[in-house]
């Protein structure tokens, strides 16, 4: 049973670009949250996707944007990349009658903005 | 959002038990009490998760105050295996969908 893809596993790009991130949840789930994780810190909250909806957002910029396509999978996006952007981004799934109880994390996409 | 606070670090010895404590003073009645751990170059795990009643599963135990302000994560026997960076999260129930906020963690090392 797969659990929660990422690709691409690393990826680099320069300040302005754009950059886009994929997951494919756990078999089953249909609930998809994106964190990002900078260096020694823990996961913060991007947002979260639901019936291809934003149900929930963090604290974080328009810059951020997101996808959830109907076969659950789903993209985020980041415009105008600042070096700050450099991170962990991980991706979580579950059902949504679970969310509560818990979540199927990826391994993650590292993203260096140069 | 609630906030958890734990020990920056914490060390065990191999097969012995591990109490990881966590103090959630402001938790509401509907926040569900998660725990996570990370190893390096992964992402977080799930580990354990409880309302009001202490847990059991086949990775660990979580002790529940009877206030719920705080709680403890269990490993009996710790393992090399064992050595990540362990969340204590609290998960808002209702309608909230679920939203996880991570705080630093305890890094818990394992010496054989």
């Known amino acids: 049973d797969a659990g929660v893809t990422q690709s691409p596993t690393h990826l680099i790009k320069t300040r302005g670009q754009q950059v886009t991130l994929r997951c494919s949840p756990k078999?089953?789930?249909?609930?998809v949250s994106w964190y990002q994780q900078a260096l020694g810190q823990g996961p913060q909250f991007i947002f979260q996707y639901y019936e291809e909806e934003e149900r929930q957002r963090g604290n974080f910029p328009d810059r951020f944007s997101g996808h959830q396509f109907p076969n659950y999978s789903s993209e985020l996006n980041v415009n105008a990349l600042l070096l700050g952007d450099s991170a962990l981004y991980l991706c979580?799934?579950?059902?949504?009658?679970?969310?509560?109880?818990?979540?199927?994390f990826g391994s993650g996409t590292r993203l260096t903005v140069v | 959002d609630a906030k958890t606070t734990q020990p920056n670090s914490m060390e065990s010895n191999e097969e012995e038990p591990v109490h990881l404590p966590c103090n959630h003073s402001?938790?509401?009645?509907?926040?569900?009490i998660h725990w996570y751990r990370q190893l390096p170059s992964q992402g977080p795990e799930y580990v354990i998760h409880g309302l009001t009643s202490n847990v059991n599963n086949r990775m660990a135990s979580l002790a529940i105050a009877e206030d719920r302000k705080s709680s403890t994560l269990i490993l009996h026997r710790a393992t090399l295996r064992d050595a990540a960076v362990y969340y204590c999260i609290l998960n808002a129930g209702g309608t909230s969908y679920g939203k996880l906020t991570f705080g630093q963690g305890t890094i818990l090392t394992v010496h054989p």
């Open positions: 402001t938790i509401s009645g509907t926040d569900y």
């Open positions: 078999s089953g789930h249909d609930t």
């Open positions: 979580a799934s579950s059902l949504v009658q679970y969310v509560n109880y818990g979540y199927t």
